[in-house]
């Protein structure tokens, strides 16, 4: 059974950081593209970074680029998304995800994943 479990969410003061992790069991990461996404209520779920699995090639959205990193650890089967400098707007419930299909795009939309963690609340305050 695959399981994607985040942590490390919370309340964050704006220009503060902050790290998420996602813990992954029952499949092995290393060779998959994965994800951040977010989504606050009223609101489709929306990209904020991805990760392939064969190389170190990332990808923002342009709300985030340059204030969040993503990376992972495949030793720990574990994906991160570094958080600097949040402001009020990240607000949201991030999820992580993962694609099991290769591909050579960079992928955005949720249909290109298939499994998904049950969100981590963030919460940033001005």
């Known amino acids: 059974q695959v399981r994607l479990v985040e942590s490390g969410g919370g309340l964050v003061q704006a220009g503060g950081s902050l790290t998420l992790s996602c813990a992954a069991s029952?499949?092995?990461?290393?060779?998959?593209?994965m994800a951040w996404f977010r989504q606050t209520p009223g609101k489709e779920r929306e990209f904020v970074s991805g990760?392939?699995?064969?190389?170190?090639?990332?990808w923002y959205a342009d709300s985030v680029k340059g204030r969040f990193t993503i990376s992972r650890d495949n030793a720990k089967n574990t994906l991160y998304l570094q958080m600097n400098n949040p402001i009020p707007e990240d607000t949201a419930i991030y999820y992580c995800?993962?694609?099991?299909?290769?591909?050579?795009?960079?992928?955005?939309?949720?249909?290109?994943?298939?499994?998904w963690g049950q969100g981590t609340q963030v919460t940033v305050s001005s």
């Open positions: 990760i392939s699995g064969s190389g170190p090639s990332t």
């Open positions: 029952g499949l092995t990461i290393s060779s998959l593209d």
């Open positions: 995800t993962v694609a099991v299909l290769w591909s050579n795009r960079q992928r955005v939309a949720p249909r290109d994943y298939l499994y």
